[in-house]
């Protein structure tokens, strides 16, 4: 996809970002009767202080976002992975649905890791849904390798990561 400009959001990004993961969700339960949470600027805002939002935009419309932090989610068990010093973890990464299967998604996650690289970072990680409304394929797409399965309040969860 071209025209994309990729930059860091910054607070008046918020109710955009709001609004492009309130859209991806209402996509992702039409698809899929996958109910999620509704996203706020507040929220969003939250996002900023825990890490840095990077998006995409395309005419200056913000068609996907991620969030990059230091601090491990949740979700993950860091066992998987290989014993770096400074990962980086990918979490809530959106593209509107619009501009799925473009490439928009791919370039955002391209720029994420030569950012990581910059700040350095030695390693990027993420989980996705072992479901059908995941994006474990996206990533293999990608060129994330693999690095297991585990099950987390009894949601399957896949195991990504990218080693710099």
């Given at each position: 996809?071209?025209?994309?400009?990729?930059?860091?959001?910054?607070?008046?990004?918020?109710?955009?970002?709001?609004?492009?993961?309130?859209?991806?969700?209402?996509?992702?339960?039409?698809?899929?009767?996958?109910?999620?949470?509704?996203t706020t600027a507040?929220?969003?805002?939250?996002?900023?202080?825990?890490?840095?939002?990077?998006?995409?935009?395309?005419?200056?419309?913000?068609?996907?976002?991620?969030?990059?932090?230091?601090?491990?989610?949740?979700?993950?068990?860091?066992s998987y992975f290989?014993?770096?010093?400074?990962?980086?973890?990918?979490?809530?990464?959106?593209?509107?649905?619009?501009?799925?299967?473009?490439?928009?998604?791919?370039?955002?996650?391209?720029?994420?890791?030569?950012?990581?690289?910059?700040?350095?970072?030695?390693?990027?990680?993420?989980?996705?849904?072992?479901?059908?409304?995941?994006?474990?394929?996206?990533?293999?797409?990608?060129?994330?390798?693999?690095?297991?399965?585990?099950?987390?309040?009894?949601?399957?969860?896949?195991?990504?990561?990218?080693?710099?």
């Amino acid at each position: 996809m071209r025209g994309l400009a990729f930059s860091t959001a910054t607070p008046p990004d918020a109710e955009e970002l709001a609004a492009l993961r309130n859209a991806v969700a209402a996509d992702q339960f039409l698809r899929f009767g996958v109910k999620s949470f509704n996203t706020t600027a507040r929220g969003t805002l939250c996002d900023m202080r825990w890490g840095t939002i990077l998006i995409a935009r395309h005419k200056n419309q913000i068609v996907s976002s991620l969030l990059l932090v230091k601090k491990k989610p949740w979700a993950i068990d860091v066992s998987y992975f290989t014993p770096v010093e400074h990962p980086l973890y990918v979490r809530s990464m959106n593209t509107h649905p619009v501009f799925q299967h473009c490439g928009a998604g791919t370039r955002l996650l391209k720029h994420a890791l030569a950012f990581a690289r910059r700040n350095g970072s030695n390693a990027v990680r993420l989980d996705a849904f072992d479901a059908p409304h995941g994006a474990g394929d996206f990533y293999i797409k990608c060129g994330w390798a693999p690095r297991g399965r585990a099950l987390y309040r009894k949601t399957p969860h896949l195991y990504f990561e990218y080693l710099l």
